[in-house]
């Protein structure tokens, strides 16, 4: 059950950002509205496809890596999840580097439970203390995991949602969440790079398939369904496009003709062409991300990067 949003707002506030959104020149909606249940089952189908190289080259360079990542750290530590955890990365890592407790962190009571239920019955030994909070600030770790020396793990290039000042600001209140002497374990996808073209990235956001279509197009069915809207779901196109300039993927979902709608309350219009920006994916290259660990006082350690160079994972320290 992947749940990879950063949630600033529980989904009382969607109709608030929906009717905000709509009303700007250029309409938006924020990407971690996209996770209902059907939109998390399509996230999780995203992440099987032939085109969607981020989790399988994620999970390689843990499975690859794992020695390595274990020789750095060493065994003890307390490892705090950002994100109520991957029913495939968490085990690897956890087995690898034989850790003191494991504190998944998520603003969601329900999906914590469900996964620490979980990863418990397959680490019978291990102390699991989930913690609710909104990561997104700073909090306190229970007393167990403070004792022990700290490595953070925030794997699924989750960062890749924000904007480099608000990648900082997480960052930076992960440094203070984990305090001194601590690690942070980060993957990120990268930037096309010299054996990485922009075509393979945009093909991870637009598959033959048409899943990330579907998922895209999900948001106007849930505003449909939870917002009294009568999005005419038909006459929008899902595009997906790798913007140099800013560093990133972005999607849309395109009017393919001129139309009107009800959506929260308030009535829209679109002409043909005009489209709402539901996504930011950014992409780093190495060097990037090893800029905005300084930025937000990590020290890069290490980088493991697979042979394509599609993915990144970095160790960093403080
Ligand atoms: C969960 C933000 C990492 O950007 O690759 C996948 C979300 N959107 N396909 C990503 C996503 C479309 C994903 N993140």
Redesign the pocket.
């Known amino acids: 059950m992947a749940r990879?949003l950063l949630v600033q707002d529980e989904v009382s506030d969607f109709a608030a950002a929906v009717r905000a959104g709509l009303a700007q020149p250029q309409k938006v909606i924020p990407a971690r509205f996209f996770y209902d249940r059907l939109g998390s089952e399509l996230?999780e189908a995203?992440t099987d496809l032939p085109e969607y190289y981020?989790t399988r080259t994620e999970v390689g360079l843990l499975a690859g890596h794992a020695a390595d990542i274990a020789a750095a750290v060493g065994p003890g530590r307390a490892v705090i999840e950002f994100g109520s955890g991957s029913s495939v990365k968490t085990p690897l890592l956890l087995r690898a580097i034989a850790p003191a407790t494991y504190v998944p962190v998520d603003i969601s009571a329900e999906f914590l439970a469900l996964s620490a239920a979980a990863l418990s019955a397959d680490f019978p030994g291990l102390p699991v203390l989930p913690v609710a909070a909104d990561f997104t600030r700073p909090f306190q770790l229970p007393a167990r995991a403070a004792a022990a020396a700290r490595l953070g793990f925030f794997p699924?290039?989750?960062l890749?949602?924000l904007a480099p000042g608000a990648a900082v600001d997480l960052l930076r209140s992960f440094a203070a969440t984990l305090g001194s002497e601590s690690w942070l374990l980060i993957g990120l996808?990268l930037a096309p790079g010299a054996s990485k073209s922009a075509a393979t990235l945009e093909a991870a956001?637009d598959d033959a398939q048409g899943v990330?279509a579907a998922?895209n197009l999900n948001l106007l069915h849930r505003i449909n369904r939870e917002l009294d809207g009568d999005m005419p779901v038909d006459a929008f196109a899902h595009r997906a496009v790798w913007n140099a300039g800013l560093g990133r993927i972005e999607?849309h979902l395109v009017a393919t003709r001129d139309l009107a709608f009800e959506a929260a309350g308030e009535r829209f219009a679109m002409t043909a062409g005009a489209h709402i920006h539901t996504?930011n994916?950014y992409k780093w290259t190495a060097d990037e991300a090893r800029l905005l660990a300084r930025a937000s006082g990590w020290t890069p350690d290490q980088l493991w990067t697979d042979a394509d160079g599609l993915f990144s994972l970095h160790l960093w320290r403080r």
């Open positions: 990879p996230f995203i981020p699924g290039s989750t890749g949602n996808d956001y990330t998922f999607m996504e994916s």
